[in-house]
Structure formats: C-alpha cells, structure tokens
C-alpha cells in the first residue's frame, strides 16, 4: 500500500511512538487521525502536521471508537490503516511486601492495551473492509505494538507482559481472520524506547536495560518505530508476522 493520500488512524498519537509514526506518515503524504485521550497534546500535534486530525477518545469504549472510525471516514473519505500505539503499565509484583498484586491494577492494564488494541482494530476492520482493493487486492493495514516484555518480561512487569503476550497471541489468527479482505495485521514488539511509558521505569533500570542491547547499546528512537511502521504499510509480503525490534535485546 502506498502512503500518500492514504488515511491512518494512530492511537496513543499524541505523544510517544504514536506521535513520531503521525510525524513520519505526515511527511509522506498520508492524511493522519490521531485518537488520544490527552486533548492537549493531540490537538497541538495535529495542529503541526499537515493532513492532520485530532479525535479524543478512551480507546477502551466501543461507542467512542465507533465513533472516531465513522468520523475519520467523514472527514477523510475512507481509512486504510490503524496504528495501534496507546498503552500504559504499572510496576507491581505478583507478591510482594505491600501484599498480592492489585486485581484492580492488573485488569486495567490488560483493558488498555489488550483489549483496547482488539476494540480498535475488530472496528477499523470494518470501514477497511468497505475500500476498493488495490491491484493486488488489499484494501488495508492493521498494526499493533506489543512489546519484548512479551517474551522475557522483568520482575514487576506480569501484568504487562501479559497483555502484550495478548496482542503477540492475536496477530496470527486476526490476519487469518481478514484475509478474506485483503486486510493485513502486523504486530511490532519494541525493545527498550525513549517513551514517556518508559519513564515510568527508576533511571538505574532504564540505562540498565540499553546496555543489555548488543548493538545499538542505546534507548530506541521514536522516529525507527515510526520507519518500520512505514515499511510495513508499503510491503504486502509482511502480514501475521511479529517483529521485533530491539537492536538484538534479549533480557535476562
């Protein structure tokens, strides 16, 4: 599929990964929604970038989301890709001193980045199905982020890895699912980035976990997320796959 005059919904696009994948579809031509529950942020990015729309919606509500398809399509005409990049995470141990992990705390990060990913990707997946096919019959995208913590997820990070494991999970049989309609789905699992969800990791563990990387020994940049997102939506071959990309980390 190629970028230009092609319209993608990002969510989580106000900040992060979301925003550098906004920045970089932007500057290829593509119309860009940006779908972010921080208004502040999403209006401000949207108001710099070309093409630019700004929807406020919890990714996690199924009218809400609805909503922002059917408003995506108004003002753009149609959809052709979603970029699913909002999440969030919380650092607690399945037991520890303060007592058993919170239900509470783990049901909202699986809510967020599970099944909120899933909402926005089972309603797009509609209004993608609804374009003419190209010549080679495919009629849209569906990415995901998941994340490395999928497969070697750190101490505090269950519920996390959990939910990322989730998206990994779903990848395949949702790209079986749509493949009736000419629609892709594409999970890229990060490595350690320079994100505010990050952030919310003690500084001694960031610069831990970079030096683990055995090449680049560095954080990841938002802007190589974003380049791979691009290339995704440009290769046709890459569909029900899992990529990786973490400079070769493996954590320990």
Known sequence: MQLPNRTFLITGGGSGLGAATARHLAQTGANVAIVDLNRQVGEALAAQLPMAYFVHADITHAEAIQEAVAAVCTRFGSLHGVVNCAGMAVVEKTLSRRGAHSLASFERVVQVNLLGSFNVAR????ALAANDPNEEGERGVIIFTASIAAYEGQVGQVAYAAAKGGIVSMTLPMARDLSAYGIRVVTVAPG???TPLLATLPAPAIEALAQQSPFPKRLGRPDEFAALVAHIIQNPMLNG????????????
């Open 123 to 126: 309603l797009a997946a509609e």
């Open 241 to 252: 796959a899992v990529i990786r990309l973490d400079g070769g980390l493996r954590m320990s």
């Open 192 to 194: 350690v980035f320079d």
